[in-house]
C-alpha cells in the first residue's frame, strides 16, 4: 500500500514540488545518487572501477516537457561519453538511456525525435568504445522503447534494452528478443501498473523473472541480470551454468547504493557486476521509486526531514 502511494507520489507534479521544498536529508540522497554534475559521475566510475565493479551511468532525468530540455539531455550524454572515452573509461563504462528524457512523450513526431536524439548518443559511445541500454519506463512505453531498440541495433548491434518481469507479456518478448542476439537487462519493474497487465504479487512477479531468466540463459543474447534478490541472483547462477554459460557469458547489475557488500562479494568471485550509477540533478522520480521499494528507506527517510 505504501509502495503503491509512492509510485503514485513519483508521478505527481503536487508531490514532487512538497519533497523538493522539504530539507530531504544530502546523505539519503546521495546515498542512490553519485552527485550532481558529471564529473561526480567520473569519480564514481572511477571508484567503482578500482573495486573491480562495471558500471553504467544514467544522467537523471524523466518524462522531459519541451524539445530544448531534450536536446540538453542528448548533449550531457554525448558529453560524458566523449568525456569517458578520453579518460580510457568506455571498456568498463556505459550509459543507459530513458526515451521519455529524450523527448519521447512531447506530442505527434516527437517518438522520431527522440530515436534521432538516442542515435546521437549511440554514435557517441561508439568512438568511446561503450555500450548504450534502454531503459524502461511505464507500459504504455513497452512498444515504442523496444521499436527503438530494434531500429538502433541495425547501426549498433550492441544496444541493450530493459525488460520488466511483471509484465505479462515480457515472457513473449523474452522469446523474439532472444533470436536476435540483443543485450537484454531483466528487472522485475518500478512503475505503478495496474493489474490487466502486470502481475501484481510479489510470487508472480519473481516467478516470471524466472522463467524469462530462463529463456535468455538459452537463448543467443547476453543477459544482463538486474536484481538485488538474493534468491534470483542464486538461481541465475545455477540457470546460467545448466545453459553452459561461462562468467563472461552474462553479467549481474545492482543499483549504486543497494546491496554495495554483495556486488564486492561476486565480483571477488569472478562475476562481471555492473553498477547503475545515476547522476543530475533531477533526482525526484528515481529517488521515490527507490523508496517505494523498500519500507526500511521511507522510514530512514522520514527521520531525515528536517535534518537535512
Ligand atoms: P526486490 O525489490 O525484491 O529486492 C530484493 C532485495 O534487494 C530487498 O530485500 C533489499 O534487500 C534489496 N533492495 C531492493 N531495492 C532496494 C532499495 N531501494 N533500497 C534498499 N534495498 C533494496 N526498473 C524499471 O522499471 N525500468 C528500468 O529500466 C530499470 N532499470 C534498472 C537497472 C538496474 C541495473 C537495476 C538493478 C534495476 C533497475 N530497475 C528498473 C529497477 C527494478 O525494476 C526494481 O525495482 C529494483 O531492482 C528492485 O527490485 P529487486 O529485483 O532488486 O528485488
Keep these: 500500500m505504501l509502495s503503491r502511494l509512492l509510485l503514485a507520489a513519483a508521478r505527481s507534479p503536487a508531490a514532487r514540488q512538497a519533497v523538493l521544498v522539504a530539507p530531504v536529508g544530502r546523505d539519503l540522497v546521495h546515498r542512490f545518487i553519485a552527485g550532481e554534475e558529471r564529473e ?13 565493479l562495471q558500471v553504467s551511468l544514467d544522467f537523471l532525468g524523466e518524462d522531459t516537457t519541451d524539445a530544448a530540455h531534450a536536446d540538453t539531455v542528448r548533449d550531457e550524454y554525448t558529453g560524458l561519453l566523449a568525456r569517458l572515452g578520453a579518460a580510457g573509461l568506455g571498456r568498463r563504462a556505459e550509459v543507459s538511456v530513458k526515451l521519455s528524457a529524450l523527448g519521447a512523450n512531447l506530442g505527434r513526431g516527437s517518438g522520431a525525435e527522440a530515436l534521432d536524439r538516442a542515435r546521437a548518443v549511440c554514435a557517441a559511445a561508439a568512438p568511446a568504445g561503450t555500450t548504450v541500454t534502454l531503459d524502461m519506463e511505464d507500459h504504455r512505453s513497452t512498444d515504442a522503447t523496444l521499436a527503438a531498440a530494434a531500429a538502433l541495433r541495425a547501426d549498433y548491434p550492441w544496444v541493450g534494452v530493459v525488460l520488466q518481469s511483471y509484465l ?3 515472457e513473449a ?21 495496474p493489474g490487466g497487465v502486470a502481475f501484481q504479487s510479489r510470487g508472480e512477479v519473481d516467478r516470471s523473472y524466472v522463467r524469462c531468466l530462463r529463456l535468455l540463459m538459452e537463448g543467443d543474447g547476453y ?5 538485488h534478490d538474493p534468491r534470483l541472483i542464486d538461481i541465475a547462477g545455477a540457470l546460467a551454468v545448466r545453459a553452459g554459460r561461462g562468467q ?42 527507490r523508496l517505494a521499494e523498500r519500507p526500511a528507506n521511507v522510514a530512514f527517510f522520514l527521520r531525515s526531514l528536517g535534518h537535512g
Design 173 to 193: 518478448d523474452c522469446r523474439e528478443l532472444l533470436q536476435t542476439g540483443c543485450r537484454v537487462r531483466l528487472v522485475k519493474g518500478a512503475y505503478l501498473e
Design 248 to 289: 563472461d557469458g552474462y553479467e549481474f547489475q545492482m543499483l549504486y547504493g543497494i546491496r554495495t557488500e554483495e556486488q564486492l562479494r561476486l565480483a571477488g568471485a569472478g562475476e562481471t557486476v555492473r553498477v547503475y550509477v545515476p547522476y543530475g540533478g533531477d533526482w525526484y522520480g528515481y529517488f521515490m521509486r
Design 223 to 227: 543477459p544482463m541480470v538486474a536484481t
Design 168 to 170: 505479462r507479456r515480457t
Design 40 to 52: 561526480d559521475a567520473v569519480r564514481a566510475v572511477d571508484e567503482l572501477i578500482v573495486r573491480g
